[in-house]
């Protein structure tokens, strides 16, 4: 089992920048992939970012692609999403997700280990 816990959502008004944290317990080495998704109101949740544990390669959706950077370190098993230039229309709860299983990326149902979300408000 690996426990993820997040951190670092709020409120924010647009072209601010906010930086999530989430830290994973338990069977750390197993974890290959550590992501993030997010589901706005009304909305089905959706990939925002992906990092390979192994290499540090990264993964984003197209939608925040150059505004949004993912980044980990190894020894605090923590993941990192630093967010800039943040719309209102990334206002969502932001879930960390691990993944066990070698190559995965966007797709959510390689995901096994999901944290409780972190909520993120941007005004405008």
């Known amino acids: 089992q690996v426990q993820l816990v997040e951190s670092g959502g709020g409120l924010v008004q647009a072209g601010g920048s906010l930086r999530l944290s989430c830290t994973a317990s338990?069977?750390?080495?197993?974890?290959?992939?550590m992501a993030w998704f997010r589901q706005a109101p009304g909305k089905e949740r959706e990939f925002v970012a992906a990092?390979?544990?192994?290499?540090?390669?990264?993964f984003y959706a197209t939608s925040v692609k150059g505004r949004f950077t993912i980044s980990r370190d190894n020894a605090k098993n923590t993941v990192y999403l630093e967010m800039n230039s943040l719309k209102p229309e990334d206002t969502a709860v932001y879930y960390c997700?691990?993944?066990?299983?070698?190559?995965?990326?966007?797709?959510?149902?390689?995901?096994?280990?999901w944290g409780q979300g972190t909520q993120v408000t941007v005004s405008s």
């Open positions: 997700a691990v993944s066990t299983m070698y190559g995965s990326t966007w797709s959510q149902s390689d995901y096994r280990y």
């Open positions: 338990g069977r750390t080495n197993s974890i290959e992939t």
């Open positions: 990092i390979w544990w192994s290499n540090s390669r990264t």
